[in-house]
């Protein structure tokens, strides 16, 4: 059951063209995504997932020294 708001939402979102519609579904699933921490553990994933990759660069010698005036 929507509460009478997202009702109101919803039927805001239903008047504009499609591709705008589109955008809409996507921005609000990535936040519902984000209340349930779905979009954290994903983010976890990949975090490590490139830790991982530039700690083995590291030990093969395919990494240099960060040079920020250069």
């Not at 979102?13 to 209340?35: G, I, N, R």
């Amino acid at each position: 059951m929507m509460t009478h708001s997202l009702e109101i939402a919803f039927a805001e979102v239903a008047k504009l063209p499609a591709d705008e519609q589109e955008s809409f579904a996507t921005w609000m699933l990535e936040e519902l995504s984000v209340l349930r921490g779905e979009a954290r553990a994903e983010a976890a994933t990949t975090l490590r997932e490139l830790m991982n990759e530039a700690a083995k660069d590291y030990r093969e010698g395919r990494t240099y020294p960060l040079e920020p005036d250069n």
